[in-house]
């Protein structure tokens, strides 16, 4: 079936470490998104990529890295220097171009111990 | 379980009944708009999407009203039941910035 992989579902992590959440989809979407998601806020963009090897930074990027090598997967890291790491984090995807419908992953759930 | 829909307003039904949830969506250039169910801890579904150049779609269920004037979206759900409680959230799109901006969220309850 199609869709959109997201791995690990929970993961906790020390402070000063970086860790990497992985993002896989196999819709043959060009588009590829990461959201961070905290009680009581709508989606807050971190990072988008509307094609291989290029991508942009959201609004919320700091402390945050992404790559996009190929089409199927856009990784990321949330960096030590993210100052509140703990959230959940949503990948989606999308055909090219604007107007389409946004497909999620089921999320991680990443906590700062 | 996720925590995501704890400061949310919350709109209660009993099951059976119509739900009526509301959006104002902040964009005047936006021309598309979609509404997304979320279970805890889980992530979004498409529910239904509405195009600029159109008041009102249905679907199975569900219907989606646009009012640009007042910049304002609702979905409302028919004959509500125990599967449809979740975070309901509207989602606003500019074609041409490709930029989507997402409300905060409703939850809904089905009192049974």
């Known amino acids: 079936d199609g869709g959109i992989t997201q791995s690990p579902k929970y993961l906790f992590r020390k402070e000063g470490q970086n860790v990497t959440l992985s993002c896989e989809q196999n819709?043959?979407?060009?588009?590829m998104y990461w959201y961070r998601q905290d009680p009581g806020q709508g989606l807050r963009l971190i990072y988008y990529?509307?094609?291989?090897?290029?991508?942009q930074k959201g609004d919320i990027a700091e402390g945050y890295s992404v790559s996009r090598e190929k089409k199927e997967s856009f990784p990321l890291t949330v960096t030590s220097a993210q100052k509140n790491p703990t959230a959940f984090y949503l990948c989606?995807?999308?055909?090219?171009?604007?107007?389409?419908?946004?497909?999620f992953g089921e999320g991680s759930r990443l906590t700062v111990l | 379980g996720e925590s995501v829909g704890l400061h949310l307003p919350t709109l209660s039904v009993q099951e059976g009944d119509n739900s009526i949830i509301n959006c104002a969506y902040s964009?005047?250039?936006?021309?598309?708009f979609i509404w997304y169910k979320q279970e805890s801890g889980k992530g979004p579904q498409f529910i239904i999407d509405?195009?600029?150049?159109?008041d009102k779609r249905q679907g199975q269920r569900v219907t989606v009203l646009l009012n640009k004037t007042v910049k304002h979206l609702s979905l409302q759900i028919a004959a509500t039941q125990p599967g449809d409680s979740a975070v309901y959230f509207c989602?606003?799109?500019?074609?041409?910035?490709?930029?989507?901006?997402f409300g905060t969220g409703t939850r809904l309850k089905v009192l049974a």
């Open positions: 989606a995807s999308s055909m090219a171009g604007a107007g389409g419908e946004l497909f």
């Open positions: 509405i195009r600029s150049n159109m």
């Open positions: 989602a606003e799109i500019d074609s041409g910035t490709y930029k989507y901006i």
């Open positions: 964009n005047s250039a936006s021309d598309y």
């Open positions: 819709l043959n979407h060009d588009a």
């Open positions: 990529s509307q094609i291989v090897n290029d991508f």
